[in-house]
């Protein structure tokens, strides 16, 4: 029988920059590897600032010319979403925090990692770095660091008996 699709969440600040560029390169990974049945994607924000909008131009346009193109509009996240997701992946350590403060269950805290330490390159506990009052060369860097991440995320949820480190 074929398995239920695993659900991730990437969570920002404010779901427009940092977690859509997160969701737009793992939708990305999922077309390329042929896994688009295997995940479901979604992203959110832990504030209401930017509601209803769509991915920050400055995002949109590093995806468009990377082939990635971003889509969705922003949302909160929802109590709900720590029943609907199997992951809910912060993008820094704030969001991290926020996501576990609001985690309704010791269930729903243990779905929430931050994405960086799904690098198998990296260090644990770093942060996706917010790029929104900086200049375009952090809308790159943040594309950067989502691919590393989510590419080490897809191995890991391929691979799950195999070293998880960000699950220890
Ligand atoms: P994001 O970036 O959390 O990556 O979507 C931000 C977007 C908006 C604001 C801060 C960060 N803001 O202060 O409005």
């Known amino acids: 029988m074929r398995q239920p699709p695993t659900r991730l969440l990437f969570v920002c600040l404010g779901n427009i920059c940092r977690s859509p560029t ?5 939708r990305h ?3 390329r590897n042929d896994l688009q049945a295997a995940l479901e994607v979604d992203s959110a ?5 930017h509601v209803g909008e ?6 949109a346009a590093v ?8 889509s ?11 029943q609907r997701f199997d992951l809910l992946l912060a993008m820094d350590r704030s969001n991290h925090q926020n ?11 243990d779905k929430v990692h931050l994405l960086r330490d799904f690098d198998s390159a990296g260090q644990r506990g770093l942060d996706v770095p917010d790029p929104y009052y900086g200049g375009p060369e952090g809308f790159d860097a943040v594309f950067d660091i989502c691919v590393a991440a989510c590419e080490g995320l897809l191995l890991h949820l391929q691979n799950k008996d195999r ?4 699950m220890e």
């Open 54 to 59: 769509p991915p920050d131009q400055r995002s």
């Open 63 to 70: 995806g468009a010319r990377r082939g990635m193109p971003l």
């Open 29 to 31: 990974l999922l077309k």
């Open 99 to 109: 996501l576990l403060a609001m985690a309704p269950t010791p269930e729903a805290r």
């Open 72 to 82: 969705g509009k922003a949302r909160q996240v929802t109590a709900a979403d720590f």
């Open 22 to 26: 997160a969701e737009g390169v793992m």
């Open 45 to 49: 924000g832990t504030g209401d600032w």
């Open 163 to 166: 070293a998880p480190a960000a």
